[in-house]
Structures are given as C-alpha cells and as structure tokens.
C-alpha cells in the first residue's frame, strides 16, 4: 500500500522540479513494519524525478533510516524513521536544498552558514507531533546542504526510544553537536548560527544601532505585534519590528480552531503566514533581538528601546506587544528538572513519555486537553487542580471523565518536585481540604496552569497592574507619551489571537493619530 496519497504525490513531484542537481536516497532497513514502510516512501520519492535514485544497502547503525546525498556526500541530511506528519515538509525541503534549490533565508544569513568552520555533526531528537521540531530540523538541514563540513541527522524519539532513554532525553526537540548538548526547545536558522557564529551578535548590535529613528517601533513579533506592523507600513509612516522570535507564544499552539474564517489551522503555520504578511509591507523586521529597557523620550521627542546585545533604537512613537509566556509551579525541584520530566508542551514531548506516568497540573482548558491527548500514548494521567473543581468547558470534562487511565485530584496543592539527579521520580502535593501531604510516583510533569506576562523588563518604566500587565487605556495609550501596548501583554481581558490582533491594530491607529497630531 503506497505511503503517500495521489495528491501528496503530485505535489511532490511538482516541488521536486525544482532540483538543480541530482540527489541519492541511501536507505538503511531492518526487517520490522517500520522499515518496510520507509523503503516504500523512498521507492515512491524516487519515482516522482529522474535527478533522484534509490539505494538499499545503508549501513547506518539506526534502522529504519535514509541520507539525503548530493555532491559526492558534501551535502547532506538524514531522517532516522519517517518523516511524516509534522516533519514531511522538512523532508521536502531537504530533497529541495540538499538538491540544490535555495532556501527562502536572507542572503547575508545564508553566506554566514556556508562560512561556518567544521566539523558540524548535529543530530536532532524529534516527536512527530511536535509543532516546535520542523523548524530546529529544516535550519539544521540548511546547514548540513550548504556546509559542506557540516551533516545531520533528525531522530524520531518515538521510534528509537532505547536511545533516547540512554541519551537521557526528556524533551524535543533536543540538539546535539560532535556528540555534546547544543540546544533544547525550538530555534531557528538565526538563532543557531548566531549560536556558532559568536561574531554575528556584534555585527548585528552594530547595525541596528546606525538605524533612522522609526516613526513607529514595535516590540514583540505574535499576532498583536504583527497586526500593529501592518497597519502602521499601510500608512506609508516609517516601520520597525524589534522580536525575540517572530510568531511568539502562538509557535506553542497545536490547534487553533476558533480563528474567525479559518475552521482550523496549527500555530507555526500561522505565524509564518504573519511573518510573510508583515515583509509584504515595507517593514524593517529584526529577528530574534531581545529588548531589555525602555526609556521615554526626552527632549527631541524620540523614545528608545534597548537591546541585549547592546545596540539601541530609537523612535517617535512604541507600540509594546511582548506577549506572554508559560506560568511556571514555582515549587522547588521544577527548575532542576525542567526538560528532566517537567515539561510545558503535551503535544512536543508527550510521545517521550509512551506507557510510562504523568501528571498534567492545572484544570482550565489547556489541561484538561492535554490530560485528554496524553491519555492515548501514557499508562497513566493524574490530573491535579488547586481548585475544589475542574474550570474547563463541560464537553472537555466529560470527554476527560470518561478515559479508563485518566484520575482526577481536586483542591490540591503541589508543593515539590521529586527526582533522582537526572529525572523526575515524581511529585508532593498537600489536599487543600484536610492538609494532608501525598507523593505521587511518576515519569513527566506537564505544567498547564496559564500565562504570565513578558514585562520584567518593564517594571519601574510604566504603570503595570498587579499581574505585571501593561495597564492601557481604551486607545491602547499606557501612561507614557508616545507609549501604546496591545495583546497579551496589557489588562486587555481574554487573552486570544483574534483579540490580540485587534488591539494591535487599533494600537497602530491610536499612535498613527498621536504621530499627526504631535
């Protein structure tokens, strides 16, 4: 039975027209179901262009498993396992690039990856149902096609658990380099370079810093920041965007089903339709740049945002959209065992913890959903709430309730993570109602209890309300001249994408009338 249907089909050969050069598909097999499957897509990928052949005499050591090979092997990328789901477009980009055709990165980032010293060997630990892998895989990728002192290998944790128990991996994606932990969590190609590249942060802070000042500048890259983006280049005033990572806390979101017009979309398809949206406009977006102060303007009228690595921008009128972050227990032993067992995304890491226990803390929407997905791949789900009752919508809860391998505890307090120097053993929590302390044995901790705001940064600059929250007024205006915030990050309540993108707009009108009439 073919693995890929017709459509797939004929939208791969259509991309595979765009190789340059011609590639090999060097496949290494077992005798189990899985290999069986994998020779099949090869066999089928092969077909689909006569710049691509098949081989079957692999020798790598992880079976199923396939190279992507051109210019005598200089150029490289491996997938251990099959890379579906999630993970197909990164095999089609991979036949693309290691096949010649340019990758859609800035030309100057691209020069810095060929530019890298060797030797580069990354190998990175995926879940097929990890929404943050396809990024940290596809740069990876990049880096193995265009270097030639560079390979990688992308592993599915699912498939090669003894490794992944012997490795000591407890969450994905996870990167190593020659053999040593690189990074955790997703990246993408900047940030990695930037990693490898020492020099670039400094080049970077030299020319942000020779910048015009901007007539609106924002900071944070998610829906409200990137709404804000857009309306303000649509009235021809000069536009910047300063984000940590463009796309925000909406490159954490699995499924998003209540996104007006669109029945249903994932998160990192999202953000990359804002990103393209945004650079449609004359904006001058700067990646993966952190603000960490913020000074108001002074006598030429010009705030200015500074930057971690030391460059400043300056402008005329700031639009604050940072966003929000997961919140954390804050009990002791979560920090010493975070990506150790305590995990905040079910969707990334819940194939890691296949028939072993976890508990999902908390009992709004977002636990009980993924008390909901973990329920299929775990032996075991332990649902904890501080309240005397579950918060999530009815239908969620009955759903919940009717799982043979779900328990749920109420009015319960978790107070400590336990664990043996290396992994999570388990976890105390103390019943609210008698007082009593109970250890609950276990393998993982999701932590699923809401959001936070990204305003440290902002604290003894402008009013914040008790939550941390930029407190603004109907106009999104906070108490500063020339200041505006939207989304997540204000007292706006009900923190959504369609009502993130909303106030970002209206941020944008509300310091393009401030810009016409100062």
């Known amino acids: 039975m073919p693995i890929l249907d017709a459509a797939t089909t004929a939208q791969l050969k259509a991309y595979l027209a765009n190789l340059r050069r011609p590639i090999e598909l060097v496949a290494s097999l077992g005798e189990d179901a899985k290999s069986a499957d994998l020779k099949s897509l090869v066999t089928e990928i092969a077909a689909l262009s006569d710049k691509v052949t098949a081989r079957f005499d692999g020798t790598d050591a992880r079976r199923p498993s396939f190279a992507i090979r051109a210019d005598e092997g200089r150029a490289e990328a491996v997938f251990a396992g099959l890379p579906l789901g999630h993970e197909f477009t990164s095999l089609i980009l991979a036949l693309l690039h290691v096949g010649g055709h340019p990758p859609k990165e800035d030309a100057e980032l691209l020069d810095q990856v060929r530019a890298l010293p060797g030797p580069l060997h990354f190998e990175t630990f995926f879940s097929l149902s990890c929404?943050?892998?396809?990024?940290?895989?596809?740069?990876?990728?990049?880096?193995?096609?265009?270097?030639?002192?560079?390979?990688?290998?992308?592993?599915?944790?699912?498939?090669?658990?003894?490794?992944?128990?012997?490795?000591?991996?407890?969450?994905?994606?996870?990167?190593?380099?020659?053999?040593?932990?690189?990074?955790?969590?997703?990246?993408?190609?900047?940030?990695?370079?930037?990693?490898?590249?020492?020099?670039?942060?400094?080049?970077?802070?030299?020319?942000?810093?020779?910048?015009?000042?901007?007539?609106?500048?924002?900071?944070?890259?998610?829906?409200?920041?990137?709404?804000?983006?857009?309306?303000?280049?649509?009235?021809?005033?000069?536009?910047g965007v300063v984000a940590e990572r463009f796309g925000g806390q909406v490159l954490d979101t699995m499924a998003i089903e209540n996104f007006i017009s669109v029945p249903h979309t994932e998160g990192p398809k999202l953000a990359a339709a804002l990103e393209q949206h945004v650079k449609d406009y004359e904006v001058d977006v700067m990646n993966v740049q952190k603000a960490v102060a913020l000074k108001p303007a002074n006598g030429d009228g010009l705030a200015t945002v500074e930057l971690e690595n030391g460059a400043s921008l300056k402008a005329k009128t700031v639009i604050l959209s940072t966003g929000a972050r997961w919140r954390q227990m804050g009990v002791p032993g979560e920090d010493d065992y975070r990506n150790k067992g305590v995990a905040y995304c079910p969707h990334c890491d819940g194939p890691l913890f296949k028939g072993k226990r976890v508990a999902v803390i908390g009992g709004g929407n977002s636990g009980v959903e993924a008390a909901i997905d973990l329920a299929g791949i775990v032996a075991e789900v332990t649902l904890i709430e501080f309240d005397s009752k579950l918060r999530a919508d009815a239908v969620l809860q009955d759903k919940l309730h009717s799982l043979p391998n779900v328990t749920v505890v109420t009015s319960a307090q978790t107070t400590q993570v336990n664990g043996n120097g290396e992994k999570v053993t388990g976890l105390v929590y103390r019943d609210r109602v008698s007082g009593e302390e109970h250890t609950l044995p276990l393998e993982g901790i999701f932590v699923q209890i809401g959001l936070v705001p990204n305003t440290e940064w902002l604290k003894g600059t402008l009013a914040l309300s008790n939550r941390g929250e930029i407190e603004i007024d109907a106009r999104c205006e906070t108490n500063l001249r020339g200041v505006f915030a939207a989304g997540d990050v204000t007292t706006v309540p009900y923190k959504q994408i369609i009502i993130a993108m909303g106030e970002g707009s209206k941020a944008a009108l509300s310091a393009f009338d401030y810009l016409i009439r100062n």
């Open 131 to 239: 929404q943050n892998c396809p990024d940290v895989v596809q740069a990876l990728n990049i880096i193995a096609a265009l270097n030639p002192e560079a390979t990688h290998v992308a592993i599915d944790g699912g498939l090669f658990q003894d490794e992944v128990e012997r490795r000591k991996i407890m969450a994905v994606p996870t990167v190593f380099l020659n053999g040593e932990p690189f990074g955790q969590g997703r990246m993408d190609l900047a940030q990695i370079v930037a990693k490898l590249d020492t020099g670039s942060v400094a080049r970077a802070a030299e020319k942000i810093a020779a910048k015009e000042p901007f007539d609106v500048l924002v900071v944070g890259g998610g829906p409200a920041g990137a709404a804000a983006a857009i309306y303000a280049a649509r009235k021809g005033i000069r536009t």
